[in-house]
């Protein structure tokens, strides 16, 4: 994701768009985490 540059106008218009970078970032995050293999070593803590 490239935010080098906000696109809307006025503060409430970068405030928006930085809500909405915030949320692209953490869906991504959230994304990767669960849906990334799981982990069969051994010693690894089990998550129930």
């Known amino acids: 994701m490239n935010f080098d540059r ?3 106008r ?3 218009g ?4 930085f809500l909405l970078a ?3 970032q ?7 985490q669960r849906f990334k ?3 069969y070593r051994i ?3 089990a998550l129930c």
């Open 26 to 32: 953490n869906l991504k995050k959230l994304a990767q």
């Open 37 to 39: 293999p799981p982990d």
């Open 22 to 24: 915030a949320t692209a």
């Open 43 to 45: 010693g690894a803590p």
């Open 14 to 17: 970068a405030h928006d768009e």
């Open 10 to 12: 006025g503060i409430t």
């Open 6 to 8: 906000l696109r809307l």
